[in-house]
């Protein structure tokens, strides 16, 4: 369904470049981490989306980040990005997803995360 149950993220990895405006990170690094969770989890993991901090704020989407969501909606269905603001106590969090609106158009929702607890047998992949 539409509900997306994030159990775990993955970091920028080690040789990650992070500016003030932009950071590109450690594809291959990341990659491998992918692969790695979803080979533990025998393939009920899957990448959903990207994410990032703004850290100063706000948490709205920038022309790169819709473009960069766009271009993960070529790999896979109904892609999420979610951008973080931590200087908010709590840290402010928004979330979009990309969803098919016809043979040629897409447009960019906003999502209102929801939080619960995971059930105290539930695995970890991420360590």
Same mark, same amino acid.
């Given at each position: 369904?539409?509900?997306?149950? !994030?159990?775990?993220?993955i970091?920028?990895?080690?040789?990650? #470049?992070?500016? $003030?405006? +932009?950071?590109?990170?450690? &594809?291959r690094?990341?990659? /491998?981490?992918? &692969?790695?969770?979803?080979?533990?989890?025998?393939?009920?993991?899957?990448? =959903?989306?990207d994410?990032?901090?703004n850290?100063?704020g706000p948490? =709205?989407m920038s022309?790169?980040? /819709?473009?960069?969501? $766009?271009? =993960?909606? $070529?790999?896979?269905?109904a892609?999420? #990005?979610? =951008?973080?603001?931590p200087?908010? +106590? %709590?840290? /402010?969090i928004?979330?979009?997803?990309? /969803?098919?609106?016809g043979?040629? +158009?897409?447009s !960019?929702q906003?999502?209102e995360?929801?939080y619960?607890? %995971?059930l105290?047998?539930?695995?970890t992949?991420? $360590?």
């Amino acid at each position: 369904g539409p509900d997306r149950i !994030v159990t775990g993220i993955i970091g920028a990895g080690p040789r990650a #470049m992070h500016g $003030r405006q +932009a950071f590109i990170p450690d &594809h291959r690094w990341q990659m /491998e981490a992918l &692969h790695d969770a979803f080979a533990q989890s025998s393939g009920d993991l899957n990448y =959903i989306g990207d994410w990032h901090t703004n850290p100063v704020g706000p948490t =709205i989407m920038s022309s790169e980040d /819709e473009r960069t969501l $766009r271009r =993960i909606g $070529r790999r896979i269905t109904a892609p999420a #990005m979610i =951008i973080v603001d931590p200087s908010r +106590a %709590p840290a /402010e969090i928004a979330s979009w997803t990309l /969803e098919s609106s016809g043979w040629f +158009a897409r447009s !960019v929702q906003p999502l209102e995360p929801r939080y619960f607890q %995971p059930l105290p047998n539930w695995p970890t992949y991420f $360590r």
